[in-house]
């Protein structure tokens, strides 16, 4: 288990693409995914009573982000996006499975409590919405929809 900051862990392979096949792309997400996994962040809870205070650290699971894999293999999120527009297939069918590993660990530990259920929505652009009906709006529809009945 590194201990090393992941943004000094970088993965680059090949010499002008950042990488060279669909597998090396896979393979630095699996390496972003482990590292996450195995470096916790560490929540400290301070307690004190009126002898003595202590400290307790929790581990707590690190959520996956695009941000932190961008880091963590060197690019930026237009390095991505001007990928995707020339990446064949194989590549994208990567690209695609990567970003749905990360939304889905980051929904499930929203969902589950171990994220902040509002940044993770915010993060993966979901929104409450409400309804608002407009009753005098309602109320003239109903009015012409009598009146064209009635003609």
């Not at 407009?134 to 009945?149: D, G, L, Q, S, Y």
């Amino acid at each position: 288990m590194s201990k090393e900051p992941f943004w000094k862990l970088r993965s680059k392979h090949g010499r002008d693409k950042l990488f060279a096949s669909p597998e090396l792309l896979w393979e630095s997400a699996c390496d972003y995914f482990k590292w996450c996994d195995e470096n916790p962040w560490v929540k400290t809870k301070s307690t004190s009573t009126s002898k003595d205070e202590s400290h307790e650290e929790t581990p707590t699971q690190r959520p996956y982000s695009k941000m932190g894999w961008f880091v963590y293999i060197g690019c930026s999120e237009t390095w991505l996006t001007n990928f995707k527009k020339i990446a064949d297939v194989d590549f994208l069918r990567v690209i695609e499975q990567i970003e749905t590993i990360i939304a889905k660990q980051q929904w499930e530990g929203a969902s589950v409590g171990a994220f902040n259920a509002n940044i993770i929505a915010r993060t993966l652009g979901l929104k409450e919405q409400t309804e608002s009906t407009n009753t005098t709006t309602n109320i003239n529809i109903k009015r012409k929809a009598i009146e064209f009945v009635e003609k």
